[in-house]
């Protein structure tokens, strides 16, 4: 059974840092791409950052040099390292796990930024 669970998400002052992880079962983890997602009310759900099987990331403009996606293929778990935190940044994270054939969503996380 798929479980793509998010966790790390809460309520941060601007210019804070909060770290998302996303651990991941029931499929093989490495084989695919790996990406965050937000949503925020009234909003599409966009993409936030990308990480390929091998490593390499793409970013969103507007989290370039803020935001840092990673991942730990052993621990089956991916992260999202979030600095300088702005006002616009609140939303639900989702992950997603991508290739050809199936792909999966998460339950997503609540990040929130207010002082």
């Known amino acids: 059974q798929v479980q793509i669970v998010e966790s790390g998400g809460g309520l941060v002052q601007p210019g804070g840092s909060l770290r998302l992880s996303c651990v991941a079962s029931g499929f093989t983890f490495s084989t695919y791409a790996m990406s965050w997602y937000r949503q925020a009310p009234g909003k599409e759900r966009e993409l936030v950052a990308t990480i390929t099987r091998g490593g390499s990331t793409n970013y969103a403009d507007s989290v370039k040099g803020r935001f840092t996606i990673s991942r730990d293929n052993a621990k089956n778990t991916m992260y999202l390292q979030m600095n300088s935190l702005k006002p616009e940044d609140p939303a639900v994270y989702y992950c997603?796990?991508?290739?050809?054939?199936?792909?999966?969503w998460g339950q997503g996380t609540q990040v929130t930024v207010s002082s």
């Open positions: 997603y796990a991508d290739r050809v054939g199936p792909s999966f």
